[in-house]
């Protein structure tokens, strides 16, 4: 079992850039596909995006497409999402999650393990 903890959301403005950050324990994050979810009031959790373990193949909701980017840090055990061009829809908390497995998933029952969120809120 792999324990994850978010940090680096925070207030930011409109157009502005923020990164999130993922550290994990218990396991090598090299070993899961890594998937980045996030909820705002009155709404389902959504997904944001993955990337792969093996391959460090990346896939994007098309909300986020061109905008947020996941990165791994195998050094530090740390999975990234940069987010750049920020609206106010983007507002949420956000999770990091892990998949065992080789093949990516855009579901939450897809994934094993969560954090317990970090939260983003853009401003105009």
């Known amino acids: 079992q792999v324990q994850l903890v978010e940090s680096g959301g925070g207030l930011v403005q409109v157009g502005g850039s923020l990164r999130l950050s993922c550290a994990a324990s218990?396991?090598?994050?090299?070993?899961?596909?890594m998937g980045w979810f996030r909820q705002a009031p009155g709404k389902e959790r959504e997904f944001v995006g993955v990337?792969?373990?093996?391959?460090?193949?990346?896939y994007y909701a098309d909300s986020v497409k061109g905008r947020f980017t996941i990165s791994r840090d195998n050094a530090k055990n740390t999975v990234y999402l940069q987010m750049n061009s920020l609206k106010p829809e983007d507002t949420a908390v956000y999770y990091c999650?892990?998949?065992?497995?080789?093949?990516?998933?855009?579901?939450?029952?897809?994934?094993?393990?969560w954090g317990h969120g970090t939260q983003v809120t853009v401003s105009s």
């Open positions: 999650s892990a998949r065992n497995s080789d093949w990516v998933s855009r579901e939450v029952k897809g994934y094993d393990n």
């Open positions: 218990g396991r090598t994050l090299s070993n899961y596909a």
């Open positions: 990337v792969s373990r093996s391959t460090g193949f990346t």
